[in-house]
Each structure stands twice: as C-alpha cells, then as structure tokens.
C-alpha cells in the first residue's frame, strides 16, 4: 500500500481564517446556588488556514475552555466562534458533529484509545461516523498509520503499544479524515522529553505537508515555543499574542 | 453509520466484558425458557385431557346430578334403574343408554388383592362406554334382572389379581361377597387421570347391594348418529323433568366438557405464562441496570466518538442495539432451551408437555422488545451526554 489516501489540500491560501474568535465568554453555573464562573471573559483571535499555533497558559487560564469552543464540542455564552466560517452557536448538536468529523481532529493527552481495540480499528473510528465503507475505511485508516511510521503495528492493540507509538496512532486518527483544524490538547503532557519532541516533530510535519492548521495546546513554554505564533492566556483572557499572525 | 456497523460495535462490547454480559443474558434466557417451557406443560395438560374427552367419542351424552357448572358443588344423584329403563323406551332405535355406579373396594383373589374401582353397570355398558371384550364375555340383562354375582376384570385388575393365570370363571371377593369372573377388557390406558385397566365391573343390580344404595351416579347415552345429538339430548330433558326439576341434572355432551376443561386448562397456561412472563420482566430489568452500568463505565468511550462525529442518536442506537443484541441471544438460547427441556419433560418425566410454536415466537419476541424498552432508558442517557463532561471523566 503505498498510495496515499488523501486529496490534496484545496485551499491553503489565507482566504478566510479557518478559525475566527471574536470576542467569546464562557460562563459555567456551578451547583445549584447558580455561581457563575467566567472562565472566558472575552476573547478574540484568528487562525489562518495552515497555521501553527500554540495557546499556553496555567492551568486555571480558560486553555480548556477554549479548547473545547475551538473543537466545536461546545458553544460560547456570548460573542462568536466561527470554524471554517461558520458560526457554531447557530449550529444543531448534529451538525457540530458533522464538522467535528470532518473538519477537526483531536489529539488528546490520556491518548484516548478505545481498549480492545486495534490500532487499524481506533485510527477507522472516526471514517465509521462519516459513512466511509468498511474496505476503504481499511485502506484509509491503514495509510494514515503508514503516514505515522506504524505500518507494521496496524493489529496491536493499545496495551501493546508504547505511550508514544499510542499518541501516533491517536495522530493518524486525527487526520484520518483529513481535516482543516489539528486541535493537539497538551500532546506531550504524558510522553518523556524525547518521545514527546518526536510526537512534536510528527504534528509539525502534518501542519507543513498537508496545511493543516494545528493548535497546540499546552503549560509547557518549550513546546509552546515551537510554535511561531503564542496566545496567552491567563484568567479568562489573551495577555499576548492578539493580533494575528501571517500564514507561513 | 450502518445497521450492521452498530452490531458489530455491540458486540465487540458485549465480547469484552464476557462475565457482566453472560449473567445479563442468563437473566433473559431464565425468563424466555420459563415462558417456552410453562406454556408447553400447559399445553400439554391440555392435550392429554381433550385426548382423554375425545376417547369418549362425539356422540356420547352424559346425565349428571346437579348443574354441570364449573364452581357448583357436587350432588348428590337421584336417578335409578326405572330412569334407564324410561330412557331406552324412549330412545330406541336412536341411542342406547346404561349407568354407572362406581366405589373403591379391596378386591381378593386366591393369589393377589388391589383396592381398586368396583363399577356397577348394565349390559349396554359395553358398547356405549366402549368396554372391547379380550376373553370371556361383558354382563347380561339376565345377569342385571338377577343381580347375578359375576364380574369383568380391566386388563391391569386381572393381572394384578390373577398374575399370568387365566382368571375366567375364577373367584374375586368384593366386600364378603364372592363373584365368579365371566370376562376381561382390552388394555384401555388412562384417560382424564383414570386408569381404566384397573376397573372391576359388575352388574348395577348387584353393585347397589354390595354398596347398600338403590341410586346410580352416571347415565351415559350413546346416539347411533352424532346429528341426532340435539334431539336426544332434548327427549333426555323431557323424560327426567318428568321427575325431577331443571336443576337436579343435566345433560353434557363431550363439547362441553371440552369447553369446560379447556377453560380451566387455558387459565392455568395463562396464569403460568404471567409468572414466567414476570420473570422475563426481571430479566429485562437486569439488563437496564447492567447497560446503565456500561454507559457509566464508557462515558469516556462516548465522549471519544462525540469528539469524533458521532451524533447522538449513533450513541443512542449504539448502546441501545447493544441491549437489544444482548436480549436476543438471550431470547434464542432461552427459547432453544425451554423447546429442549420441553421434549426432554415429554419424554423423559410423566409431565405432559407440548411445545407450542406461539409461545417461542412470542418468548423471543418479548425479550426483543425487552431489549428495547430497558435499553432506551440508558441509550439515551449515553445519547444525550455532554462530549466535554464524558471527555474530562477519569
């Protein structure tokens, strides 16, 4: 299998930002007393298409928060999330799924790998949601693990798999679909200094050889300063790094 | 997603956790055999009585003291020879008519003695009841006209009595009284829980004196054609009113003691299949309990495919496919289990048993709709989880 699975990218000319934040809070109601937390108190920023950027923050800074309005799993109190143009308030749960399938893919720090499951089947997961066929969810899903340099580990299940060759298959899941939007939430958090500056090295790689736009996540200031462009957040809202930075 | 994907995903799941699921669908499986298997002993009480009724023939009435009512208490009888006699004038040509009056007595013989029925009848007894003569010869009217002291041996008396010896014109004691053996019946077998091999018969004459009583129990009319059945049955009604009233006796003709039993035996399938069927129910409550178990346990697994793509409603027919695939081994293994124990109760133990094909497909149809009414509940719960909550569950 050496053909790779994926279209060329359409559209990596800096058009229209494929992430536009303007101005978003996020509150939370938390018990029944009905205290709010702001966790956001208004943000805004841009991400051009094919761009590497990384939002850094302590904990406690609304990095999670933010995380989830980016990864459409969830819907600003007020301002405007828009990803690929639009607008995720007005959205449906069901049409947020869709562009999540399609348009983002996660990687997460616990990995988050379904147990009992092969590499090939937890990298297909997301193809079974978009309607892929069985056959070429396989030859996908096994070209996306070839991509990450695990071809030869297409049958191991997660327990067989060390943290960093399970943090490539999570990658391969995440691109799998070949989305616009790479969301890496602290990929590195779980992983010693040189398995993580591999995983690192392989996100890179993705955002440059297929314009994938990446956001990485993290506490880390090594990592964060990878990425050419930092937003910074702390107590709900960006410290540095507002204006937009120019594609690459 | 397909239809298929959703079971091949329920059943990765129900293969990874081998013990939770084999004790949920042990619970589905006890319920749907109970069902299979309850309903069949049901059934086959009822078989074995519509066989035994049937035996009688079609064209057989019965005059019994008292109404014939299910819940009425039992008379005592009235009739007497004279009402025989009164009958037969009337219905000749047309139907025969005998009596019977039956007691348990300790029947003696020089080798063997049975407690056993002793059955005072007159001559027509033989061919209205349908008594095939094997040796010897049935009771006469001159035997009845002089309360000769003979008797007839069901094939099982005269060997218990007699053991291999032929008991013709050998001696029985019934009571003191000794009565020389002039016949024996064809093997009959068991109908209505009686065993008709093991009956005495005597003649009704000598029966009353033996008994100390001048009634007789049972009148049994035969009509030479079943059409005729109405008509006799109503000359019946008009002779006995002449002596007794409308609710001294009445007249029951096979369908209605079919009616009579089959109502009993159909409410004791029903009542049966309601407590199986509460069972099946417990069943299905353990299999909601375990799903909410297994949403709980996967909520990280359901945030996942939300972040993914998944929808709800492909969250919801995951979990919701997975109860229903759990039901449904459960409803084929119960349902092959009771068909199973069915025939092997038939076969191997005195319970009559008769699978009915009915109670599979409805078994198997219930625990699917088990499946489906206690898998909604947690489906949807899975369905409706918050992907940022589930994610962020350790």
């Given amino acids: 299998m050496t053909a790779t699975p994926y279209a060329p990218m359409a559209d990596t000319t800096a058009a229209t930002p494929v992430i536009a934040v303007d101005d978003v809070t996020r509150s939370y109601q938390l018990g029944s007393r009905h205290v709010g937390v702001r966790a956001l108190r208004g943000v805004s920023f841009t991400v051009a298409p094919g761009e590497f950027v990384a939002i850094v923050g302590p904990s406690g800074s609304g990095k999670s928060t933010l995380l989830n309005l980016l990864g459409a799993l969830d819907r600003p109190t007020t301002g405007a999330v828009r990803l690929d143009g639009r607008d995720v308030a007005t959205m449906s749960d069901t049409q947020l799924a869709r562009l999540r399938n399609a348009e983002i893919g996660f990687v997460f720090q616990q990995f988050h790998m379904l147990a009992r499951t092969t590499a090939l089947d937890n990298v297909a997961l997301p193809l079974v949601y978009a309607g892929v066929g069985r056959s070429a969810r396989v030859a996908r899903a096994r070209g996306a693990l070839e991509a990450v340099g695990l071809g030869h580990r297409l049958d191991h299940h997660p327990t067989e798999l060390s943290g960093g060759e399970q943090q490539r298959v999570a990658i391969a899941r995440a691109v799998v679909t070949d989305p616009r939007i790479l969301l890496a939430d602290e990929p590195t958090g779980n992983l010693d200094t040189v398995t993580g500056d591999d995983v690192m090295r392989l996100l890179e790689q993705l955002n440059t050889d297929r314009g994938t736009a990446l956001i990485v996540i993290t506490h880390d200031p090594d990592i964060a300063a990878r990425a050419p462009r930092q937003i910074r957040l702390r107590d709900g809202v960006i410290v540095d790094g507002v204006a937009g930075g120019a594609p690459r | 997603m397909s239809f298929t994907e959703s079971i091949r995903i329920a059943l990765t799941a129900i293969r990874a956790n081998r013990l939770r699921s084999g004790l949920t669908v042990l619970g589905v499986v006890i319920g749907v055999l109970s069902v299979v298997l309850l309903v069949a002993v049901g059934s086959g009480a009822r078989a074995v009585v519509t066989a035994g009724v049937e035996d009688l023939g079609s064209n057989l009435l019965l005059v019994a003291p008292g109404s014939f009512e ?38 003696r013989s020089d080798t063997g003695a049975a407690f056993t029925s002793v059955i005072g009848v007159t001559a027509d007894f033989e061919d209205v009841v349908n008594r095939p003569i094997a040796r010897g010869e049935f009771l006469n009217e001159s035997d009845l006209a002089t309360a000769r002291r003979v008797a007839v041996l069901g094939a099982s008396a005269a060997d218990g009595l007699f053991g291999g010896i032929d008991p013709i014109a050998r001696q029985i004691t019934v009571g003191g009284l000794r009565f020389r053996v ?49 008509d006799v049955s109503a000359v019946i009604e008009r002779v006995l009113s002449e002596r007794f009233e409308p609710d001294e006796f009445s007249i029951v003709s096979q369908d209605e003691i079919l009616g009579v039993a089959g109502r009993i035996l159909d409410t004791l399938t029903l009542v049966l299949a309601a407590i199986a069927g509460i069972s099946l129910l417990v069943g299905g409550i353990g299999v909601s309990n375990i799903m909410l178990v297994s949403v709980s346990e996967r909520t990280r697994e359901i945030g996942l495919r939300k972040a993914l793509g998944a929808r709800t409603r492909e969250i919801t027919r995951q979990f919701l496919v997975e109860a229903i695939v759990l039901c449904g081994i459960g409803g084929v293994l119960g349902a092959a289990g009771g068909v199973g124990l069915s025939y092997a109760a038939e076969r191997f133990t005195p319970v009559p048993a008769e699978v009915t094909w009915w109670s599979v497909a409805l078994a198997f149809g219930v625990s699917v709709a088990v499946g489906v009414i206690f898998g909604v509940f947690p489906a949807r719960r899975a369905g409706r989880m918050d992907p940022v909550v589930a994610l962020r569950r350790e």
Avoid at chain 2, 212 to 227: A, H, M, N, Q
Wanted: no cysteine.
């Fill in chain 2, 70 to 107: 299910f819940g009425q208490a039992p008379t005592r009888s009235q009739f007497t020879l004279d009402d025989i006699e009164s009958l037969s004038r009337e219905l000749r040509g047309r139907a025969r008519v005998t009596g019977s009056i039956a007691s348990g007595e300790r029947v």
């Fill in chain 2, 182 to 230: 002039i016949g024996t019946v064809e093997p009959l077998g068991t109908a209505l829980g009686v065993d008709r091999d093991s009956q005495v018969y005597v003649p009704l004459t000598a029966a009353q004196r033996l008994f100390g009583i001048r009634t007789i129990d049972t009148l049994f009319v035969r009509t030479d054609d079943r059409g005729d059945l109405d």
